[in-house]
């Protein structure tokens, strides 16, 4: 639609203008549903935290607000692509550039990577018996670069200036010479701003792992879950890194003219290598924290220690190692020679033997168990068969030969969503299915919870198996129409009807959760009959739920004493925790960081010097504030009466 504006016409596409009015809808119904519940108090709370519990539900909450964005952009591409030369309502050409822009991009960094940290934050510190993380307040800092970084990022579509360069963002084409204007400084700094909340993240993982576990609980008692969250966390910090590098570079070429990826002294190529140095490592950081969500819950619901606890540690340590040698299998198509090519294929077919050895460990751990198919085990299950599919395709495309001709075709779209959604997705719903009574109090429904199983597992198989067929029938990645006689139509239109189903199975996830907390009853202590630490506290626990400390002399501890009727021992000397408190200085930072990216985004000199002085003064009054101060009074004060 065409606009008149202060004597200049401004054409606004009937897509932005929809968003627009949805927000314009939704906001009013949002604002009576808090002030009705009188949700103010609960939002203050949450908001201004530092408890590792609930920033870790801010992260799954926030999240799967921006699944839901993702998943409305992967409708109206399969929508477009639902019969031949289709011209659905505006998604051809540009548009249909940001929406696979778009989604992958959510998919990846506001999706798969935030919603594992904040199972992280729920269930690690309770695991190894802490009662928080180790750094509270960079941990809500943590959150707010994430949800900032997502919120710059998701605006773009309302000011008509979506990214459109796809979420690999190649060179040359993410470069101001073939993308002029804003849409891809918003990529730029969506993901600086967000990544440096994930680098925080691991940074905190590891110290509260290392420093803060119970006593007794050495690494070779640890269960699985803080295992994978530990070598995750080694690698954020090597791979994120070099992405934020590689963004940096990238903002120099747009904003000031630099040529480090265009040229006579740049080169395409180097972004390609920048780029999968973080990037293959980041499809295991999103899949370690999930091999290890399904190792705890498929040993809780078989009633049985995970089979070979020593291999799983090696095949999750070998996996981490191995996951920083495989990049260049990205791309096998450029030219880098044969013996490169050699090296990486053999390297991707390595990571094959510690995979496997994951499969066969959770196949002998069900073996003779006493399986409880509860909904979060459902999920489990529907893993195994949907990565190891995901595994045998990735075994095809490691070998440089086939590549060539799998390359950009939707075999290699289907392949990374068998990876991605079989794992992450999957761990993600199992794990909140599992863990939603510590987050809240309450135990969601099991028969809906399978409803959104099967009708999520049938949907998605419909919509990727049947890629990997239009892929090798030649079908290229990223277009966004094809004809009759291209002989994929049948593909396209099963695959359509396959999303659709894996939207009707959220509407009965969200049911779900409507329903608990309308007229759910509470979990109780220990609803699952679990084997770890977690569940020997109340649920939800209380802020410092270990002030006494339990004393660990075995794995699955906790199992142990229900089943020998006996209590957990625990330490005569209490430790010291780090101190919670409400602050709202992490907000302002991310306020403050905000108006600063907005600032480059548009060229705004002036609104980038307001950015960084906000930004400059969040660490002057950190730098004099201590809230140990405050703790230590109120001890003292205790102590006197």
């Known amino acids: ?18 968003g627009w009015l949805s927000v314009l809808i939704i906001t009013p119904i949002v604002l009576y549903i808090i002030i009705k519940n009188r949700y103010w108090s609960t939002i203050l709370d949450y908001t201004t935290t530092t408890n590792h519990r609930k920033i870790g539900t801010l992260y799954i909450l926030f999240s799967m607000l921006f699944f839901l964005r993702a998943g409305v952009d992967a409708l109206f ?47 690690v510190p309770l695991q190894i018996g802490a009662n928080d993380l180790a750094f509270p307040y960079l941990n809500l800092v943590g959150f707010y670069l994430f949800l900032t970084g997502g919120t710059i990022f998701f605006l773009a579509f309302f000011f ?54 119970a006593p007794g609980l050495t690494l070779s008692r640890m269960p699985l879950f803080p295992w994978a969250t530990l070598i995750t966390s080694f690698l954020i910090l090597i791979a994120f890194p070099v992405l934020a590098i590689a963004l940096l570079l990238l903002q120099f070429d747009r904003l000031y003219d630099a040529t ?43 009633r049985k220690n995970v089979f070979g606890y020593t291999s799983m540690v090696f095949s999750l340590t070998l996996i981490g190692l191995l996951a920083l040698m495989v990049w ?68 095809m495309l490691s070998s440089a030969a086939a590549d060539m001709q799998f390359h950009d075709s939707y075999f290699v779209v289907a392949h990374l969503h068998y990876v991605i959604i079989g794992s992450t997705i ?51 990645r990223r277009v966004y129409e094809y004809t009759q006689e291209d002989g994929v139509w049948s593909y396209n239109f099963i695959s359509s009807i396959g999303a659709y189903l894996m939207a009707v199975s959220m509407l009965f996830f969200l049911w779900n959760i409507i329903k608990t907390h309308r007229s759910g009853a509470k979990a109780g202590d220990d609803p699952w009959d679990g084997r770890t630490l977690e569940w020997s506290v109340p649920s939800p626990p209380p802020e410092h739920p270990f002030e006494r400390m339990p004393v660990i ?22 430790r010291p925790s780090p101190i919670a408190r409400r602050t709202f200085q992490p907000m302002f930072l991310a306020g ?50």
Not at 1 to 18: C, H, L, Q, R
Not at 276 to 301: M, Q, R
Not at 556 to 573: C, G, H, Q
């Open 260 to 302: 480090f990826f265009l040229g006579e002294l740049g080169h395409p190529v180097y972004w390609q290598h920048l780029f999968w140095i973080f990037g293959h490592p980041e499809v295991y950081i999103i899949a370690l924290p999930a091999f290890g969500i399904f190792s705890d819950i498929i040993s809780n619901f078989s």
């Open 1 to 18: 639609m065409e606009f008149s504006f202060n004597g200049k016409s401004v054409f606004v596409p009937t897509d932005v203008i929809a």
């Open 553 to 574: 002399d075995r794995r699955d501890m906790f199992w142990w004493s229900k089943i020998n009727n006996k209590p957990l021992p625990v330490a005569k000397n209490p």
């Open 592 to 641: 403050s960081l905000f108006i600063l990216s907005f600032g480059f985004i548009y060229g705004w000199v002036w609104v980038q010097t307001l950015g960084g002085i906000l930004s400059l003064s969040t660490f002057v009054i950190r730098a004099f504030s201590d809230e140990r101060t405050e703790a230590y009074k109120r001890e003292e004060e205790e102590n006197e009466q």
């Open 426 to 476: 999957l761990a993600a719903f199992a794990a909140i299915y599992y863990w939603y009574p510590i987050m809240t109090g309450k135990i969601l429904d099991d028969t809906l919870g399978k409803w959104h199983f099967w009708l999520f597992l049938i949907g998605f198989h419909l919509t990727f198996f049947l890629q990997h067929l239009a892929g090798l029938d030649g079908m290229p």
């Open 160 to 213: 008509n200036a979506a990214p459109n360069m796809g979420w690999t963002a190649y060179a040359p084409l993410s470069t101001d010479s073939y993308t002029p204007g804003p849409n891809n400084n918003f990529y730029i700094f969506g993901l600086q701003v967000s990544g440096l909340g994930t680098i925080f993240a691991a940074i905190n993982m590891m110290a509260t792992i290392i420093r803060l576990r």
């Open 328 to 395: 260049v299998h990205h791309m096998f198509t450029v030219g880098l020679g044969a013996f490169s090519n050699t090296f990486f294929a053999i390297t991707s077919m390595l990571i094959a033997v510690p995979t496997g050895i994951k499969v066969f460990n959770w196949l002998f751990t069900m073996r003779r168990g006493v399986i409880s198919m509860k909904a979060p085990m459902m999920f489990a299950l529907g893993f195994i068969p949907t990565f190891v599919m995901g595994g045998v395709t990735g075994v």
């Open 77 to 123: 591409m399969r929508t477009q692509l639902i019969t031949p030369e289709n011209e659905f309502w505006v998604f051809q050409g540009e548009k249909y550039n940001e929406l696979f822009t778009t989604h992958g991009t959510m998919m990846i960094f506001f999706v798969a990577t935030p919603i594992l940290i904040g199972l992280m934050n729920v269930a």
